[in-house]
């Protein structure tokens, strides 16, 4: 059975940080592109950050560009997402997402549909 499970959200100020875990179960992993999305409360769901299946290629939105970057460790079945200087803007349910099969081994897709596998969420909140 395959399931992605997220973790390490919570409360942070302004200017603080977060480390973001999917531990993904089932996967062998070199073989799928993870992705980390998430949506704010009357907003479309937004690619935060996307890594390829080689981990050579790799997506940051230009909303969080500089601030947040995506790693993998295939060994310990993990994806990360590392959040710096955070703002109130970045307040939103981050999922985990993957994609089966690439088309190449440095592929990062763009569309939500192009995902198979969605994770239940973790809730970040940014607030003084």
């Known amino acids: 059975q395959l399931q992605l499970v997220e973790s390490g959200g919570g409360s942070v100020q302004p200017g603080g940080s977060l480390k973001l875990s999917c531990a993904a179960s089932?996967?062998?992993?070199?073989?799928?592109?993870f992705g980390w999305f998430r949506q704010a409360p009357g907003k479309e769901r937004e690619r935060v950050a996307c890594?390829?299946?080689?981990?050579?290629?790799?997506k940051i939105a230009d909303s969080v560009k500089g601030r947040f970057t995506i790693s993998r460790d295939n060994a310990k079945k993990t994806v990360y997402l590392q959040m710096n200087n955070m703002k109130p803007e970045d307040t939103a349910i981050y999922y985990c997402?993957?994609?089966?099969?690439?088309?190449?081994?440095?592929?990062?897709?763009?569309?939500?549909?192009?995902?198979?596998?969605w994770g239940q969420g973790t809730q970040v909140t940014v607030s003084s």
């Open positions: 089932g996967f062998t992993l070199e073989y799928y592109v």
């Open positions: 997402a993957a994609a089966d099969s690439p088309i190449r081994s440095d592929y990062t897709p763009p569309y939500n549909a192009e995902y198979d596998y």
């Open positions: 890594i390829s299946s080689s981990g050579g290629s790799i």
